[in-house]
């Protein structure tokens, strides 16, 4: 009879918490966000705002991921906002199997009562959803941030605006829209509609302004608006902010900010502006400036308090931008002013773009040179850079870029024609991609600034340059023989006609000069021919190195009459045909340079056939780089290049064939297997991850000789050696790292020569979580359930847990995991009843320590024979 007793009180006891928690009233906005961690690998943050007058508390939420998988989320903070909200933040890892697009969905029975555009608003669950495209060629990508919490009041008759301050940190494209509120399983709720207004009520889709123009009618209602998210002009992801707005009757009247205005700055630019903001009803007012740019590390805007009184508040705007900041979208910044008005508090909100763009770089000259055009430019002063791009068109352009014009735009006729990495970088050479540019035209640049993310740089100034034509049209720049000390090069050109048009009567000579490397600049003479009727049009240069490098010649044209000595027109220019070569596994990769006035239409590839002693032709190609395939390991193998090409005009020299010098190498195994693709699964119970990996080449996989394993426990460390697998047919891997079970894992492969390939795309775990407290024991000297003890792991550092009675007095508190409490307060055993804890758990996570916090209520029992018994 006791044991009967004793159940029927406690089930009473639990009744009204019961209830409670099944019909919770607490919910009042929410949103999902995420974060990638690699190609299929997300972090998810659900935030939610609750009513702190509620009993209702989530610890944790479901989470359906859309790939038919459900988690659970435990909460990791709590912060306290006006308007009793509460600002929950609960965070998961989640892999998903393989690219698609996924619809996230949380929900959590109730919404509160009363919600007049909710029909039986109390029974409908709260539903909050996020679109995830899983696309690895996308690119990396994470959802928009919302900085502003949605707590805001309104006023009945007076425009409400709220707007979400979405910071997007890949800076992809925002849009907004207006959507209808969800209930379980992300469905539309029946018999949804919007707010009542006096005139409309919209989402402004350019700064996400959610804009009720006015409240008709006063209450509790809820709204939800799409944050989209934009790359390439195609859409990528949708956040959805659900979230109430209480309307209330008040003789206080919202504050009137000063107005703003956009801002187009370049980096080392300030903006430096006063805001303020007035109360009609001389109210004190807190103004605060929310947007992704506080954040920044080394360059942060500020927001500083200057004045504060009642009816006026100001605070000064600041910000310089760095060049980390430059990016193609404008950032958003929100203002706020807030009175605090005894009836009701009401606001005020406005925002304003600010658009950082790079400085133009210097163009400084473009220079002819043969076929090409080298431009340079002054150093740019900064190594955030990735390189340049430059432009070109023919002719002069009328573009005159405006103070927002990032890039060129190329509806002025301009082409992208080259790009080059470095940020330290002051010089390209314009061969129209190998090709050479042609005579004749006059050739317009502008180059640009490119920044890791992209974004382009505002324009250079514009230069203009055209090629000239050498007198002497040299035919042949032509290796003979290749050695390092007695090689030669055989030279010839055109010879010159049409000097009657010009007062040149001879005697004449040719001046030869030579520079080092095919682009070469630093040019000494190497020969003089003096001649009275130019048909000497021939040499060899001799003694020279032509086995490590190639050579550029410049032939000129002179007047050698005593005191009329002058040169005739421009030099011209051509360099010999340069071959490099680098062994690989059973190959041989080739690779041409020259820099010619006409245009190789062929290049024939020949390599040396040892029974015969004599060069062979093996293929022919129009491309400066080849590969001859299909070789052996640990033979030598000699090649030779022979380029055919001519002049396009009519008058100059066609069918020009040109040597390269030769070239040995013996292929060998120095290329590493490919890279696998690796997923990793937690068995949260006994302490130990499974590392999967696959590698779908089989020509690849016919290379694999072993495997390496990588690990490290959190995002700061670096990935560490676990173990070797000599076996290429084990594709898993059993890997117990302790207590602690989540960390970042990483595969490599290696060949039987030892060459380990670039390691996998990390992915990282963290989805188990070992910390529960129990929410009844009996402290009744049975030894059974006589103290309350935590589960909990090696994961949990440290916890700071609180037990308070009915009346809030602290009864026990203890910083060891485990809590162990024998039920005594001041020496005796407390009272039986209900009992209220709060609980900061410390975690050793992949981030390193971090804080979750747990509140709930524990139940002691201290009648002797007391039982807990679980009836299904």
Known sequence: ???????????????????????????RAGEITYVQLSDLTYEITITTFTYTLSFADRKSLDVEWGDNSTSTAPRISETLLPNYYKKNIYKIIHTYPGPGLYKIVVQDPNRNAGVKNIPNSVNVVFSISTILTVNPSMGMNSTPILLNPPYDKAAYGYVFIHNPAAYDPDGDSLSYKLTVCTRDDGRVIENYTLPPATHSIRVDSISGDLIWDTPADTGVFNVAMEIQEWRNGK?????????????????????????LRDYC???????????????????????KSTSGIFTFKNCPASFTKIDSVNGFASSRFRW????????SQPYDVIFKSDDHNSDVKLSDIDNMKIKVL?????????????KQIKLSWSAYGTNVISGFSIYRREGASTFNPDSCTSGVPLSYGFAKVGYITGSTTTSFSDSDNGQGLQYGNEYTYRIVAVYPNGTESKASNEITSSLVSGVPVIRNVSVRTTDQVTGSIYISWKKPDKLDTIPATGPYGYMIFRASGTGGTAYSQ????????????????????????????????????????????DPAYASSLYLTASPGDRKARLSLARNVPWINTRYDIFRLNESTMSYDSIASTNQLIFTDQILENGKEYCYMVRSFGGYLAEDLPKSLYNSSEKICLTPEDNEPPCQPEINVTSQCDSLYNTVRWSINDPLCLSDVSGYRIYYKRTTEENLGLVTEINDPNIFSYLHFPGDVI????????????????????????????????PNVFTPNGDDINDRLVAKTSGLVEKIDFKLFNRTGLLIFSTDKPKIEWDGTYKGKIVSPGVYFYQCDVFEKRISGTELFHLSGFVHVITEIDAKIEVTK
């Not at 300030?270 to 004190?284: G, M």
């Not at 310089?320 to 990016?327: A, D, E, K, S, Y």
């Not at 989540?742 to 775990?765: H, L, P, Q, R, W």
Request: aromatic share 8%; glycine share 6%; hydrophobic share 40%.
């Open 320 to 327: 310089i931008p760095c060049h980390q900041t430059v990016r």
């Open 526 to 569: 190497v020969k003089s021919i003096l001649t009275s009727d130019l048909n000497d049009t021939t040499m060899v240069d001799t003694l020279i190195n032509t086995q490590t490098t190639g050579y550029v010649y410049r032939v000129e044209l002179w007047n050698n009459a005593p005191g009329n000595r002058f040169l005739i027109g």
């Open 358 to 370: 790079g400085p133009s770089p210097d163009l400084l000259n473009a220079v002819p040179e043969g």
């Open 265 to 287: 700055v370049e980096v080392g630019d300030t903006i430096d502006f006063i805001f303020s903001a007035t109360d009609e009803n001389n109210d004190p007012m807190t103004l």
């Open 742 to 773: 989540s960390g970042c894992y990483a595969v490599s492969t290696f060949d039987f020569k030892g060459n380990e390939s670039e390691k996998s795309v990390m992915v990282c775990i963290d989805s188990c979580n070992f910390y529960e407290i």
């Open 235 to 259: 859409k990528i992801g949708i956040v959805v902010r659900d979230m109430q707005i209480e309307v209330y009757s008040t003789n206080n009247k919202p504050p009137v900010n000063s107005p």
């Open 1 to 27: 009879m006791k044991k009967i007793l004793i159940k029927v009180l406690f089930g009473l006891l639990l009744l009204p918490f019961l209830v409670t928690d099944l019909f919770a009233t607490h919910n």
